[in-house]
């Protein structure tokens, strides 16, 4: 009941529920108490909602210098999964898309795995958030933000895809960070990659750079 609550309209205890359940099939006493308190938070705060600004969103910083007729050479074949869009008359209008991401160098203490966070929103709307463990250990927060990255590109993919679908419009998204000297390692055309699964969130997020997707 607390993931469909948290699913539904409680981004607020999101990343509670997505910890304790990695214990729910042999629970003990303390993560039992542990979870209660997040039922005793949700009794406190019942009216929580989700509030809708229509308002356009405004960036402080702008987004990160990339080289992209230079990345467009590099990855010559890289272009955008466009589905069939359903042919109507009504067009819905341009939509404002972006997406905030982080990852938490072990976050779990046991394991020391990291945990990725993402929110995803709609010009003001938020529309999507997610907190999950990642699969491996990460030994720096250079591979922790790289998997959190990709994973934030893949949600962002499959959004804009139901939002075409619908017959709106999608710009280029925006992702923020907070990690400058990330991006800009993110950016660099000659980035130093030690594991396969950081080569290949780094290669992913260059070549989404190059079709123009979305800009960090």
Sequence with gaps: MAKWASNL?????????????????????????????????????????????????KFLAKPHDVNVPFLKEIYPDAEELMLPVPDTDEVMGDIQLWAYVNAGLHSDKQNEQACTGVVVCIGNILVLYISKMQMSVKTSTYGAEFAAMKKVI??????????????????????????????????????????????????????????????L
């Design 9 to 57: 309209c409680r981004p607020d205890i999101t990343h509670a529920v997505q910890q304790y359940a990695m214990f729910q099939a042999k629970l003990r006493k303390n993560q039992l108490q542990a979870m209660l308190r997040v039922w005793e938070f949700i009794k406190m705060f019942l009216m929580k909602v989700i509030f809708v600004n229509l308002r356009p969103t």
């Design 154 to 215: 893949e949600e962002l993919i499959g959004v804009c895809a139901m939002l075409r679908e619908m017959g709106f419009t999608i710009g280029v998204s925006r992702i923020l960070c907070d990690n400058a000297a990330f991006v800009t390692l993110a950016c660099n055309l000659n980035g130093l990659l030690k594991r396969c699964l950081t080569a290949l969130a780094y290669h992913l997020i260059q070549e989404t750079l190059a079709i123009g997707t979305v800009e």
